[in-house]
């Protein structure tokens, strides 16, 4: 069947999951576009990684309508399976094996034809950058080695799609930015389509649209630049002794809403550069330690649009493996 | 797709449709199994552990228990003959629980994930995982028939196709019920609780160590419920061109043997299978 162009490749609609009584995911809705990054943003336990195991067939939704490539599809159907590359949050490679048999084997997995697996594999590897090493046992292989090669491994079907837990969690901030252009490459030169869930404000920063995620439940979807203008004014920080009050007398001195965060004062203003000497002339000399200000981030937006920051566990995390929906 | 494709050939050209069902199953089966099998033939100590256990079980219980041990329905049978079809049949249940107690783990934070969000389904799944794991078993359980004559057989004296058959389908039925304990437990201790209480026992009571004897009903009744009795019947039989000698096998004949040795592995297949899908 001739899929419409125009047409996003992946249409999720409605999608519940229930443990129990409790509901993880309150009729989520998404599309992913063709060639398109996207993105799903909440803090743990808000539904992103039940959204990707329904998705890779790992579990099954209470209901849901789901449409791929121009088709209407079962939730994990096996057409779905076949055709996307999967990067789990948990490491998912064979740690006995080298990374050159672990590709081998997923190549076997996803009917890649025998001629091609060699040297599909030996490309993969270079991608990777890991050639020179591709036949050592993967236990020998650094951290941010083996998310490299999950990478390479979940290319090596060549699919449309890329479903991804969380890929960078875990790297470091050279490691994370080299994974981000090497998957804005693929995008760039094989029209892949990713999805990403992730907890990180600076990752969901990099793709082309994201969905806010809190409670299973969507609260916002858009572009990283539409939904940060969305939030208006600065972001002041203010770290000193006793947060609490210092919150109290800011809110009750200049009537601006202030929150306590990690032991620090957070507020949101119309301008910054204006307010902060007004609140450094009132208090008294050493009850501020530092004043940040800086433009609402992703992380801003979140916090403004739920109440809560991404590092909340809104909930404990969903006992995923232990479900029976 | 391939007009669409042509449209703009700047975004699917590159994509590789999807597989046929059939192929898809078979390289799942195909994928698991042989990754079992290299795992297990690439840890030279693992090949060594798992000639030296059974070895060390069969001389020192084999040499303890032989002055006592007298089947009156067999005089002269010697109790290493005797215990050696019983070691076999340890072999291929040993391998199935350390092959199958690790799904617990590779299926939430290992290679099983990658597997089960792939194209195959979860039957072959189980298939591919029974299989490897079984030929680890039968792997080891091949080698030690470099012991048979210590144990009084003669090679030529040996039914293969039947000891074959009976190991196979042991093996098989094993690995799939080790990996429906694994998938419905989901839990380490709880696999190893089950392992102590429930396999073990099964094995010991299972007329490898000693044979069903009606002095004791309630034994005896346990001992004929256990399928694992079937097996080690079965392959008993295989060492002897005539019959076995009497008293030594549970089944009243040779069809009834196979027929539970059989039903158990396509009983536990479908079990594991089902519990596949059901729990996940």
Not at chain 1, 100 to 128: I, Q, Y
Not at chain 2, 119 to 140: E, F, N, T
Not at chain 2, 202 to 214: E, K, N, T
Request: glycine letters at 10%; a neutral charge; aromatic letters at 8%.
């Amino acid at each position: 069947m001739a899929a419409d162009r125009g047409a996003p490749l992946l249409e999720v609609n409605d999608l519940i999951v229930r443990y129990g009584d409790r509901t993880v995911l309150d009729g989520l809705s998404f599309t992913v576009g063709r060639g398109e990054i996207f993105g799903l943003l909440g803090p743990n336990g808000s539904g992103k990684s039940t959204t990707f195991s329904v998705l890779t067939g790992l579990l099954a939704p209470a209901a849901g309508r789901f449409r791929f490539d121009g088709a209407d599809i079962e939730p994990g159907a096996r057409s779905l399976r076949a055709r996307i590359g999967v990067v789990f949050q948990k490491p998912s490679l064979d740690k006995s094996l080298s990374g050159r048999e672990n590709l081998m084997l997923a190549a076997r997995l996803h009917g890649v034809p025998r001629a091609d697996r060699r040297a599909r594999v030996a490309a993969l590897l270079e991608l990777a950058e890991l050639a020179d090493r591709a036949d050592e046992p993967v236990k020998k292989l650094s951290g941010g080695m083996a998310r490299r090669l999950e990478l390479a491994r979940s290319l090596v079907h060549e699919p449309i799609l890329v479903v991804m837990d969380e890929p960078t969690s875990g790297l470091d901030e050279r490691s994370f930015q080299r994974t981000w252009d090497r998957l804005e490459r693929l995008r760039r030169e094989r029209g892949l389509s990713i999805l990403v869930s992730t907890h990180r404000p600076e990752e969901a920063a990099r793709c082309d649209r994201i969905a806010l995620i809190d409670d299973g439940k969507l609260v916002a979807c858009d572009t990283p630049e539409a939904l940060r203008t969305s939030v208006s004014g600065d972001l002041v920080t203010l770290v000193g002794a006793d947060a609490e009050a210092l919150a109290a007398l800011v809110r009750e001195r200049f009537g601006v809403e202030a929150r306590v965060i990690d032991n620090a004062v957070s507020l949101r203003c119309d301008e910054g550069h204006a307010l902060i000497p007004r609140i450094v002339e009132a208090l008294p000399a050493g009850r501020l330690k530092a004043v940040h200000l800086e433009r609402p981030g992703l992380a801003e937006v979140f916090l403004a649009r739920t109440g809560r920051t991404l590092d909340d566990e809104g909930r404990p995390a969903a006992p995923l493996d232990r479900a029976t929906p | 797709m391939n007009t669409a494709t042509a449209a703009a050939p700047d975004t699917t050209a590159a994509h590789a449709p999807e597989p046929a069902r059939l192929s898809a199953e078979l390289a799942t089966i195909g994928v698991l199994w042989r990754r079992d099998l290299v795992r297990f033939l690439r840890q030279r100590s693992r090949l060594v552990g798992a000639l030296a256990q059974p070895l060390v079980f069969w001389l020192i219980i084999g040499g303890g228990m032989a002055s006592t041990f007298n089947l009156p329905t067999a005089e002269g049978l010697g109790y290493m003959e005797y215990f050696f079809p019983g070691i076999l049949v340890m072999m291929v249940l040993f391998a199935a629980i350390f092959g199958t107690i690790t799904v617990i783990e590779d299926r939430h934070e290992g290679f099983l994930q990658s597997v089960l969000a792939g194209p195959g389904s979860r039957g072959a799944l189980v298939l591919g995982k029974a299989a490897g794991v079984s030929s680890v078993g039968l792997l080891q359980a091949a080698t030690f028939l470099i012991f048979v004559p210590w144990a009084g057989f003669q090679y030529g004296a040996i039914d293969w196709p039947l000891l074959a058959t009976f190991l196979v389908l042991g093996a098989l039925g094993l690995s799939a019920f080790g990996f429906a304990l694994a998938w419905f437990i989901d839990n380490s201790q709880g696999y190893h609780a089950i392992m102590s209480i429930l396999l073990l026992p099964g094995w010991v009571l299972s007329g490898a160590m000693f044979p069903v004897s009606d002095k004791s009903p309630a034994l005896s009744a346990i001992m004929r419920g256990n399928p694992m009795s079937y097996l080690v019947s079965g392959v008993r039989r295989a060492f002897y061109v005539d019959a076995p000698p009497l008293g030594t096998t549970v089944g009243s004949h040779l069809a009834v043997d196979l027929a539970v040795v059989a039903g158990f592995a396509v009983a536990s297949l479908s079990l594991a299978t089902w519990l596949c899908y059901k729990r996940r």
